[in-house]
Antibody
Framework: QLQLRESGPGLVKPSETLSLICTVSGGPMSTKTYYWGWIRQSPAKGLEWIGSIDYSGSTFYKKSLRSRVTMSLDMSRNHLSLKLSDVTAADTAVYFC????????????WGQGTRVFVSS | DIQMTQSPGSVSASVGDRVVITCRASQHISNWLAWYQQKPGQAPRLLIYSASTLQSGVPPRFSGSESGSEFTLTISSVQPDDFATYYCQQANSFPRTFGPGTKVEIK
């Protein structure tokens, strides 16, 4: 059974870059039908899709975040990574990684989430 | 961006009640809609996709339907494990967007 687990610093200073890793276990990441996404959740914005990436590295970013977001895959380590630059307090949220199948559609497997605070 | 709305914002129900949650999209999304259940401190759990297809392992008391631009999640007989917040999500257009949630509470 595929499992996802997010990791990263729980506190990031304003204007710095938030970096998170999602480790995939219980199966390969490299299946062509899998798409890997990041979703965050905050009281202010609810659930917000940040972007997704496919096995080839093609990315699909939310337009309003595109200038600050970078997603990548490391198949050898079964890792998915998220970098969000120039963070502000508005980026404080619980960040989830999740899988969708066949396209960037619905998310059938989720990590447990990691809470990130942006504060000096 | 496609805006998703849900009603009601919250509903109080007793075990055994039928609960109906509605989701509407600001634009046509065909049947590109999913429903999730989320409990405090947990990730969302996919319940239904393609508006009406039950995800594997989800109890059949959950069902989804579509009528024009209105989507409905029905819990036919609410069980204690069902008290949670429910979200809809559209997958027709980028960016993918979620509804604000409907909290199902114990009466």
């Amino acid at each position: 059974q595929l499992q996802l687990r997010e990791s990263g610093p729980g506190l990031v200073k304003p204007s710095e870059t938030l970096s998170l890793i999602c480790t995939v276990s219980g199966g390969p990441m490299s299946t062509k039908t899998y798409y890997w996404g990041w979703i965050r959740q905050s009281p202010a914005k609810g659930l917000e899709w940040i972007g997704s990436i496919d096995y080839s590295g093609s990315t699909f970013y939310k337009k309003s975040l595109r200038s600050r977001v970078t997603m990548s895959l490391d198949m050898s380590r079964n890792h998915l990574s998220l970098k969000l630059s120039d963070v502000t307090a508005a980026d404080t949220a619980v960040y989830f990684c999740a899988r969708s199948v066949w396209s960037v559609s619905w998310f059938d497997i989720w990590g447990q989430g990691t809470r990130v605070f942006v504060s000096s | 961006d496609i805006q998703m709305t849900q009603s009601p914002g919250s509903v109080s129900a007793s075990v055994g009640d039928r609960v109906v949650i509605t989701c509407r999209a600001s634009q046509h999304i065909s049947n590109w809609l999913a429903w999730y259940q989320q409990k405090p401190g947990q990730a969302p759990r996919l319940l239904i996709y393609s508006a009406s297809t039950l995800q594997s392992g989800v109890p059949p008391r959950f069902s989804g339907s579509e009528s024009g631009s209105e989507f409905t999640l029905t819990i036919s007989s609410v069980q204690p494990d069902d008290f949670a917040t429910y979200y809809c999500q559209q997958a027709n257009s980028f960016p993918r967007t979620f509804g604000p949630g409907t909290k199902v509470e114990i009466k």
